[in-house]
């Protein structure tokens, strides 16, 4: 590899290499990930955050109770939140190459938490919180492994995962409001 100064390809290389295979998009030459694994590792994380968007759903319309109205829009605000990650992530799947998958069936196998109602608002922020828990770590793992062989998967999780730290954040605290003995 010729450099024209300290860390930079030769301008030329870099249009010559540029050119070749121009039918895989944003993936070229320098990138270092294995593709078949990242993808389905993102489509791991795409089914886990439509899964917990369901579930922040249901629990926004079954929330009861004195305190529900506040805890319900908690809850409709992670919703949001995490069809968002999930848009972020299906269009990363496709940037890549690959084909992100929404397939209903098969979909609670592929998520890595899982999908619990919970019978009572303190259940239900309990269940969320518990799974906020599993992204954190499914998320922390997934970006150790990734590292630099693909900065722009990992920011994008660095993203998603800051995000759902604060929704744990949310969810322990409106815990410990409802229902102290449970936030131990």
Same mark, same amino acid.
């Given at each position: 590899?010729?450099?024209? $100064?300290?860390?930079?390809?030769? /301008?030329?290389?870099?249009?010559?290499?540029?050119?070749?295979? =121009?039918?895989?998009?944003?993936?070229?030459?320098?990138?270092?990930?294995?593709?078949? /694994? +990242? /993808?389905?590792? @993102?489509?791991?994380?795409?089914?886990?955050?439509?899964?917990?968007?369901?579930?922040?759903?249901?629990?926004? *319309? !079954?929330?009861?109770? =004195?305190?529900?109205?506040?805890?319900?829009? #908690? *809850?409709?605000?992670?919703?949001?939140?995490?069809?968002?990650?999930?848009?972020?992530?299906? !269009?990363?799947?496709?940037?890549? $190459? $690959? #084909?992100?998958? *929404?397939? %209903?069936?098969? @979909?609670?196998?592929?998520?890595?938490?899982?999908?619990?109602?919970?019978?009572?608002?303190?259940?239900?922020?309990?269940?969320?919180?518990?799974?906020?828990?599993?992204?954190?770590?499914?998320?922390?793992?997934? +970006?150790?492994? +990734?590292?630099?062989?693909? %900065?722009?998967?990992?920011?994008?999780?660095?993203?998603?995962?800051?995000?759902?730290?604060?929704?744990?954040?949310?969810?322990?605290? =409106?815990?410990?409001?409802?229902? %102290?003995?449970?936030?131990?």
């Amino acid at each position: 590899m010729t450099t024209t $100064g300290a860390f930079l390809t030769d /301008v030329q290389q870099l249009r010559d290499r540029a050119r070749k295979h =121009i039918e895989q998009g944003a993936v070229t030459p320098g990138y270092q990930g294995d593709l078949e /694994v +990242i /993808v389905k590792i @993102l489509n791991e994380a795409l089914a886990t955050e439509i899964v917990c968007a369901l579930r922040y759903k249901r629990h926004y *319309f !079954m929330a009861q109770g =004195i305190h529900a109205n506040p805890v319900a829009q #908690e *809850f409709l605000q992670h919703a949001n939140e995490e069809q968002i990650h999930a848009d972020q992530i299906a !269009m990363r799947i496709a940037q890549l $190459g $690959g #084909e992100p998958n *929404f397939n %209903p069936e098969g @979909l609670a196998a592929r998520s890595h938490s899982e999908y619990k109602e919970g019978n009572s608002l303190v259940d239900m922020v309990k269940e969320d919180l518990i799974a906020e828990r599993v992204a954190i770590e499914s998320y922390t793992e997934i +970006i150790r492994y +990734i590292d630099q062989k693909d %900065p722009t998967t990992r920011r994008m999780l660095e993203g998603i995962l800051a995000m759902e730290e604060e929704h744990a954040d949310d969810l322990a605290s =409106i815990l410990s409001t409802l229902d %102290p003995t449970k936030a131990q």
